[in-house]
């Protein structure tokens, strides 16, 4: 994979979250020589699943609250049956993740993870992937759905589930490595 050193990227995520689809992309970046940040609705731990069962926590960096997209090079949203549900319902949560396609960085959802984006409405016009019953909303929500284990739209970067993680990692680090999006806008 890439080197993406000097990169700082903010993995937003709540309780809730699929285990793979955190701590796989996590290390991919880490590997890549990125530092991560896990930033969530509140400072401490938080649960994660795997599939329908309680697995690891992840330890939280900073709340959301007390962030900027302008601190980070790029955002990562994990899914999970839960985690997505937990986010969007945060206001603060839909203006963080806005100002990364208003300020044109890389963004990277995999799963239930683009229920988020389709919140905080960005998803118009683009073409993705999601989870299959996530698609048809997508859909709903104006983006192209392509069922792909990756779908790259000028530095937004989509996959579908865990079994995608691999193909997911590689794109995300491609993209915060150009260093340039000329398309990443709502």
Request: charged letters at 30%; glycine letters at 8%; one cysteine or more.
């Given at each position: ?5 000097g ?29 991560v ?26 709340a ?7 601190d ?34 890389p ?80």
């Open positions: 994979m890439g080197d993406i050193t990169t700082t990227v903010a993995i937003l995520v709540a309780d809730g979250f699929e285990e793979s689809e955190f701590f796989d992309p996590k290390q991919a970046l880490e590997d890549a020589c990125a530092r940040e896990v930033v969530s609705l509140k400072t401490g731990d938080i649960q994660g699943f795997k599939h329908m069962d309680k697995s690891r926590t992840a330890k939280v960096d900073k959301v609250k007390d962030v900027r997209a302008a980070y090079d790029a955002l990562v949203i994990p899914g999970g049956l839960f985690n997505p549900d937990h986010l969007r319902g945060d206001p603060d949560v839909i203006d963080f993740v806005q100002d990364f396609f208003t300020q044109k960085k963004v990277g959802a995999i799963c239930h993870g683009p229920q988020v984006l389709m919140t905080a409405r960005v998803c118009e016009g683009r073409t993705m992937t999601a989870f299959k019953t996530v698609q048809p909303d997508l859909e709903l929500a104006g983006a192209k759905v392509r069922d792909e284990a990756v779908v790259v739209d000028g530095g937004l970067v989509t996959s579908r589930k865990p079994d995608d993680i691999p193909a997911f990692n590689a794109k995300l680090i491609e993209e915060i490595g150009e260093g340039k999006h000329r398309r990443q806008a709502a």
